[in-house]
Each structure stands twice: as structure tokens, then as C-alpha cells.
């Protein structure tokens, strides 16, 4: 069963997905620099990029006897609504930028629209792709490798946007928002097992972080506050996944050792 699943390089299928990824967004970024685009201008080549890795990557989730079920896309019903608490926090710490920074009313209408679809492609696209294909790549090593292992490459993949930062704090401080929001994502996947609400929060945290005012005194205070809160969620997550998974461990494997 093990050496089925495992079938074709499934950690280096990850990884290469991962970094197709990031060339498309890298390639489309350099096309609209050497273009001069704008800042609306440059978003739009990249949500090309992200349209092009969202059209791929349903393909395959598709192909074949794949079902989108299998990577996460399930409705949740009544019975996993209690489910739906895990993610308030989530709610909390998306509104936190846009309540210290406040809103950017200087927007345009198109530039709003520009924003919705771009963040949209971005949360469906990442989340298939890190808490749905690679997770699905990655059952047969069990939760805590695929835990450890996308939230580093979903981390490392990240920290080209960290490394804009004006000083060492700053890169330090982003490299660690990243790192600690993929172990979150992570964390929720396999505590709930819906992407759905996961491609919500991505959408709603960058759409709102967008629309916000760019405040650069405060960005070090609000990097670290997110920071914070990421780590205190992201502990609870994962003490509430191994309490569950105790709780869950089977009668007989638990009398077996003990014999």
C-alpha cells in the first residue's frame, strides 16, 4: 500500500510544483518591470501567472479517477460545523492589518477589482498546491512530515518578498510570518480536512492586506504582532491535532503494546 502511494518521486513532484510555481510569478513580475507596469499593471501580469498554475493545477486534480474531494474540496454539513470555530481566529488576525494600517480609500474601483481576482487566484491557487496536491503527494509519510515539510517549502517559496525589506529585522521578521503561516495552513488541513475555508482566509488575509494603507513605522510592530498570534494559534493547533490523534489511536494498537 506504502510503495503504491509513494510511486513517482512524490517529494520531488512537490518540490518541483512548488518551485513551477514560483517561475511563473518570478517570470511574469520581470515581464511587467521591464514593461514599466504600474503597481495594478504588475498585479495583473502576476494573476496571469497565478490563472495559468490555477488552470494546471485543476487539470490535474481532475484527471483521470482524481476527484477534487481528495484534495480537501468537501462541503462541510451540520455534522462539521463545530469545524468552523478553528477558523475565528483566523478571521481576527486578518482584520489586524487593516484596523492598524487602516483602509486605502485613494483606490480606484478597477484597482479593487484588480485586487479581488488577483488575491482570489492567489488563495485558490496556493492552497491547492500546498494543502492539497502536496499533501495528497505526501500521506504515505504521515501528518507530521507533510506538516514540517510544506510549511518550510511554503516558507522558503515566500521569502523573495521578505528580502525587499529595508533592514535585518524586517527580513527576519517576514521570513518568520511565512514560515509560520504555512504551518498553520498546514496544521488546519489536517486538523478539519477542508481547503475550502483555507482559500477564504488566503483570499480575504491578502485582499485585505492590499486595501490597506501601507504604513512602513508600523510595519515592524504589526509583523510582530501577527508573528505572535501565529504562534500562539499554530501551538493550540498543534496540541489540539495530537490530543485528537491520542484520542483517535485505535483500542487494540494501544493493548498490543503493552504486551
Do not use: C, W
Not at 469545524?83 to 487602516?102: H, K, N
Not at 506538516?147 to 518578498?161: D, E, K, R, T
Not at 486538523?191 to 488566503?202: Q, R, S, W
Amino acid at each position: 500500500m506504502v510503495k503504491n502511494t509513494a510511486k513517482g518521486h512524490p517529494i520531488l513532484f512537490s518540490l518541483m510544483l512548488g518551485v513551477l510555481l514560483t517561475v511563473l510569478i518570478s517570470v511574469a513580475s520581470a515581464a511587467g518591470t521591464i514593461m514599466e507596469l504600474d503597481d495594478t499593471g504588475l498585479m495583473i501580469a502576476q494573476a496571469v501567472a497565478f490563472l495559468v498554475m490555477a488552470v494546471i493545477v485543476t487539470l490535474y486534480m481532475t484527471k483521470g479517477e482524481r476527484t477534487l474531494a481528495q484534495f480537501g474540496f468537501r462541503s462541510t454539513g451540520v455534522s462539521k460545523a463545530k469545524e468552523a470555530l478553528y477558523y475565528v481566529p483566523l478571521l481576527i488576525i486578518a482584520l489586524v492589518q487593516p484596523i492598524m494600517s487602516g483602509i486605502n480609500f485613494e483606490l480606484s474601483a478597477v484597482d479593487i477589482l484588480v485586487i479581488v481576482i488577483f488575491t482570489m487566484l492567489v488563495g485558490f491557487t496556493e492552497e491547492s498546491v500546498f494543502r492539497g496536491i502536496i499533501r495528497d503527494k505526501l500521506k504515505f509519510k504521515g501528518p507530521v512530515f507533510y506538516i514540517v515539510f510544506s510549511s518550510v517549502f511554503f516558507g522558503v517559496l515566500h521569502m523573495a518578498n521578505a528580502l525587499n525589506g529595508s533592514n535585518i529585522i524586517h527580513i527576519l521578521l517576514q521570513v518568520i510570518n511565512a514560515l509560520l503561516l504555512g504551518f498553520i495552513f498546514a496544521l488546519l488541513i489536517e486538523t478539519t480536512n477542508h481547503i475550502i475555508p483555507l482559500i477564504v482566509f488566503h483570499f480575504a488575509y491578502d485582499a485585505l492586506a492590499l486595501i490597506s494603507n501601507e504604513n512602513l513605522d508600523q510595519e515592524v510592530l504589526l509583523v510582530s504582532i501577527l508573528n505572535i498570534l501565529y504562534l500562539i494559534y499554530g501551538i493550540y493547533l498543534a496540541y489540539n491535532l495530537v490530543r485528537r490523534n491520542k484520542v483517535n489511536q485505535p483500542v487494540g494498537k494501544t493493548v498490543g503494546n503493552h504486551r
